[in-house]
C-alpha cells in the first residue's frame, strides 16, 4: 500500500510552529494581529496561576475570526464552486462568494439563509453561471445571472421558507425544492412538501406525489412530516428524496423514496415537469434511519444506512429496486452525523466505480475511497479533523468544508488521483489545497499558542459503559505552567443537541481558554451521534440523567489521572448543552465551582408547549412520557424545579429572539435562584437568536464567560 501527502499549507503551517516568535511582559500583551516587535516576548517562560495566564487571543480578535463558512456548492455545468459566509461584522448576516476568487455574488442587504426547520441550511445552488439563493427577511427564492443582481422567482409569501434546491438538468427553468409552509403555524398544521419552481414565470406548485405511506396525524395526513435531500438522477428521470415522520428525527427513523419524473413536451416541443409519478419505498423498518442520497450514475445512488447498527453506505439500484451494503462487513464507525441542517454531505462520486466517504472516530473524521463493484476501500490519512458538506466538482476532485488541529474551519479542496492508468486503490494519491477565505492567516499566525486535542474513553464505574470526550490542555509558551504543584481547572463544555456531538478540530473559543491556562473537556456522553446507534439511545428517557453522569465521571476521572484539577473545574453548554449545565449544577452542587448557560433550558414543560414542528416530538422520547401523563417526571426533569440546589455562581447568557428555546426560559431560571438566594447573573441580547451571530454578542458573551470564571477562583484577580 502506497499513499502520498501533498500537503504544503500543513508543511507551512508546521514551519510557523517551530519559528514565529511572538510575546510582550504579561502585564501588557498585545492582542494577536498586532506586530508586538522582535524584543517583546519574555526570554524566559514565567508560572502564572492557570486561569490567569496573559493570551495573544482576546475575545474581540476571536470575533472578528467568526466569519465561517456555511456551506459549500459546486455548479454543475461550469465546476465553479461558491460558498456561504456568516459575517458577524454586518449582523451576521450571510453572503455568498466565488471560490478560489472570494468574489462575491451580489451586493446589499441580502442574507442568504433559510429558517426552514429552524435551523436552515441548504439555501443556494448554482446552475450554468446562475446562482439562486433563499433570502432571510422575506423568506422568497432569488435568482441571480452572471454579472446581474438578485430578482425575485418565487412569490410574494413570508408564511412559504424554501431549502434544499436542485436544478432539473434537462429543464434548468425547474427548480425542486423543500417548502415549509407556515401558513397555518398549529403544530402540525406547518406542512413541508416537495415543489417545483418556475423560475420563467415564478409560478410555485406542489410536485402532486401521492406518497406511499399509511395515514398520519396532522394536517396532511397523506404526507409525511418531513423531508429533505431532494437528488435527481444525471437523466432527470428519477427524484430520491428523505422523508421521515413523527415522532422521530431524520437520524432515528426514515426512509427514501424513489420518484419517476419526466419531462413532458407541449405542441410545439417546450418542455415541462410534470408531477412526480410512481414512487419506491426504500427503509420502511421504524428502526432504521437512511440518509444523504448521492446519484452515482443514472441507474443508482448511494446512501447511508444504520440498520447494521453503524451509519454505513449502501447502494440502491433503480432497475432492480435492491439495495445492498457498499463495504464488504460493517465498519464500527458512522459514516454521517445528525442532520439539523439541510445539505449536510459525507460522500462524493469520484469516479464510475469509485466514492469517497467520509466515518467519525473518536470524535475526527476519517477518509475512505471505496470501490462500489466490490467494497474494497482504502483509507486515506490526512490532517484534517473535521469536515463536511463534501461535493463532488469533477472526476477525482472535490470540495468540502473542514479544519485542522491547526486550522479553522475553511473551504478545502481534494484530489485523488491514480499513480498509474490502470485504476488501482493501492495506487491513489491524493493532494489537499485551501480555497476558501484566509483571512485569518493575514497575521503571523502564533500555532505555538495553539492547544491539541488528545481523546480519551473511560469506563462508568457503576454501568461499565464507555464514556467518550476530548481534552485540550493549557497551551502558551509564554508560561511553564501554574504554581508549584498546581494542577489547571478546566471547562468541561457539553454539546447541544442532545443527539449530536463534539469534534476535534481547531475552535477559537476553546483556545480563548486554553491558552489563558485552563483545560478544555468536551465530553460526547451517551446519547451523542458518531459512536453507533447503542451509544446514541442510552439517552433514551434519560435525558437530564445519563448526559449529567458521564460529564461528571469525565472530569473526575481526568482529575484522578492528574491532569486537571476536579475541584476547579466549571461546565458549560449551549442550548441541550446549556440544560445539561443547568441539571448538573442542581443535582450535583458540589462538583462545579460556576457554570455558564447559553441558551439552555430550564423547564421541560414550558418549552414543550411551544417547541416548533421540527422538535416538537423530540422531547418525548428524551425525557419520557408526556407533560400530561407524567407531570411528575416533567417537573423533576426540569432544572427550574430544582434551583434551590444550585449552590454555584451560574451566568446566563440569551438571545432576546430566540425561536427555538425562547427566552423566557432563562428568565424563569433567573428568578427561581435568587428566590433561594443564589448568585446569578442574566444577559440577553438584543438581535439575537438560537446562538450568537453578531461580532458585539460574540465578543461580550466570551468576555463576560472567562471573566465569571477567574472571579470565581480569586477574586476578579484579572480580566478577559
Request: glycine residues 10%; contains cysteine; proline residues 7%.
Amino acid at each position: 500500500m502506497r499513499i502520498v501527502y501533498v500537503c504544503l499549507f500543513e508543511l507551512v503551517l508546521l514551519a510557523l510552529h517551530n519559528a514565529v516568535v511572538f510575546g510582550s511582559p504579561v502585564d501588557s500583551q498585545a492582542p494577536f494581529g498586532t506586530n508586538p516587535g522582535p524584543d517583546a516576548r519574555l526570554s524566559k517562560p514565567q508560572r502564572r496561576p492557570y486561569g490567569f495566564w496573559d493570551s495573544l487571543f482576546n475575545p474581540e480578535w476571536v470575533a472578528r475570526q467568526e466569519n465561517v463558512i456555511e456551506d459549500v456548492f459546486v455548479d454543475q455545468v461550469t465546476g465553479d464552486v461558491y460558498y456561504s459566509e456568516r459575517r458577524p461584522t454586518e449582523g451576521g448576516r450571510n453572503i455568498l462568494r466565488k471560490a478560489p476568487t472570494q468574489e462575491a455574488v451580489f451586493d446589499g442587504p441580502w442574507d442568504a439563509r433559510s429558517r426552514a426547520h429552524e435551523y436552515g441550511g441548504g439555501h443556494a445552488i448554482a446552475h450554468n453561471g446562475t446562482v439562486y439563493f433563499s433570502n432571510l427577511s422575506d423568506n422568497r427564492v432569488y435568482q441571480v445571472l452572471p454579472g446581474g443582481v438578485p430578482k425575485p422567482v418565487t412569490p410574494a409569501c413570508p408564511e412559504w421558507r424554501y431549502a434544499d434546491f436542485i436544478v432539473h438538468p434537462l429543464v434548468p427553468r425547474f427548480l425542486l425544492a423543500i417548502r415549509e409552509d407556515h401558513t397555518y403555524t398549529l403544530g402540525d398544521c406547518i406542512v413541508n412538501t416537495i415543489v417545483i419552481i418556475d423560475t420563467e414565470t415564478g409560478v410555485v406548485r406542489g410536485a402532486g406525489t401521492a406518497w406511499p405511506v399509511p395515514p398520519q396525524p396532522g394536517c396532511e395526513p397523506d404526507a409525511p412530516s418531513f423531508l429533505d435531500s431532494p437528488r435527481l438522477s444525471p437523466d432527470g428521470r428519477y427524484l430520491a428524496i428523505r422523508a421521515w415522520y413523527h415522532p422521530y428525527m431524520s437520524w432515528e427513523s426514515s426512509e427514501i423514496w424513489v420518484c419517476d419524473l419526466q419531462p413532458q413536451y407541449d405542441s410545439a416541443g417546450e418542455a415541462t415537469l410534470g408531477n412526480l409519478g410512481l414512487c419506491n419505498r426504500i427503509g420502511e423498518d421504524e428502526e432504521i434511519a437512511l440518509g444523504e442520497p448521492n446519484w452515482v450514475n443514472a441507474k443508482s445512488f448511494m446512501f447511508t444506512n444504520d440498520v447494521d447498527g453503524y451509519i454505513n453506505p449502501w447502494i440502491y439500484d433503480v432497475r432492480t429496486g435492491k439495495t445492498r451494503r457498499l463495504l464488504p462487513s460493517v465498519v464500527n464507525e458512522d459514516f454521517g452525523e445528525a442532520t439539523w441542517r439541510f445539505g449536510m454531505s459525507h460522500n462524493a462520486v469520484l469516479y464510475n466505480d469509485y466514492i469517497l466517504s467520509t466515518s467519525f472516530r473518536d470524535g475526527r473524521s476519517q477518509f475512505y475511497v471505496i470501490k462500489i463493484s466490490d467494497g474494497t476501500y482504502q483509507r486515506f490519512h490526512t490532517p484534517l479533523a473535521y469536515v463536511s458538506y463534501i461535493r463532488r466538482v469533477a472526476d477525482g476532485v472535490v470540495v468540502f468544508i473542514g479544519m485542522t488541529d491547526t486550522t479553522p474551519l475553511t473551504l478545502w479542496k481534494m484530489s485523488i488521483k491514480p499513480r498509474a492508468q490502470v485504476m488501482a486503490l493501492d495506487e491513489l494519491t491524493y493532494e489537499l489545497n485551501t480555497i476558501g477565505h484566509t483571512d485569518w492567516m493575514d497575521d503571523a499566525f502564533p500555532v505555538a499558542y495553539i492547544s491539541l486535542p488528545t481523546a480519551y474513553t473511560f469506563n462508568n464505574p457503576t454501568t461499565g459503559e464507555s464514556i467518550h470526550a476530548i481534552y485540550w490542555p493549557p497551551t502558551n509558551p509564554d508560561y511553564a505552567g501554574g504554581l508549584p504543584g498546581e494542577l489547571p481547572p478546566v471547562v468541561v463544555n457539553v454539546h447541544g443537541g442532545p443527539t449530536h456531538m463534539a469534534q476535534q478540530g481547531l475552535n477559537w473559543e476553546t483556545q480563548l481558554f486554553t491558552s489563558r491556562g485552563f483545560g478544555w473537556l468536551s465530553v460526547n456522553y451517551g446519547g451523542s451521534m458518531t459512536y453507533g446507534v447503542e451509544y446514541r439511545n442510552r439517552l433514551l428517557g434519560k435525558w437530564g440523567i445519563v448526559d449529567v453522569d458521564d460529564s461528571v465521571q469525565a472530569v473526575k476521572q481526568l482529575g484522578e489521572l492528574g491532569i486537571v484539577d476536579g475541584s476547579r473545574a466549571v461546565i458549560r453548554g449551549g442550548s441541550a448543552g446549556g440544560f445539561t449545565a443547568f441539571t448538573a449544577l442542581a443535582t450535583v452542587p458540589d462538583l462545579f465551582a460556576a457554570g455558564t448557560s447559553m441558551f439552555g433550558v430550564s423547564d421541560l414543560r414550558t418549552l414543550q408547549a411551544v417547541l416548533h414542528k421540527f422538535e416538537s416530538h423530540y422531547l418525548l422520547k428524551y425525557v419520557g412520557g408526556t407533560p400530561e401523563n407524567d407531570p411528575e417526571l416533567w417537573r423533576e426533569r426540569s432544572p427550574v424545579s430544582n434551583a434551590a440546589n444550585i449552590k454555584s455562581p451560574l451566568l446566563i447568557l440569551h438571545g432576546a429572539e430566540d425561536p427555538v428555546v425562547p427566552v423566557d426560559q432563562a428568565v424563569t431560571m433567573l428568578d427561581a435562584i435568587k428566590k433561594h438566594g443564589g448568585r446569578v447573573e442574566l444577559r440577553i441580547f438584543e438581535g439575537e437568536g438560537h446562538g450568537w451571530r453578531q461580532a458585539e454578542t460574540i465578543k461580550e458573551a466570551l468576555e463576560r464567560e472567562i471573566n465569571w470564571y477567574r472571579d470565581v477562583f480569586s477574586g476578579n484577580q484579572s480580566s478577559a
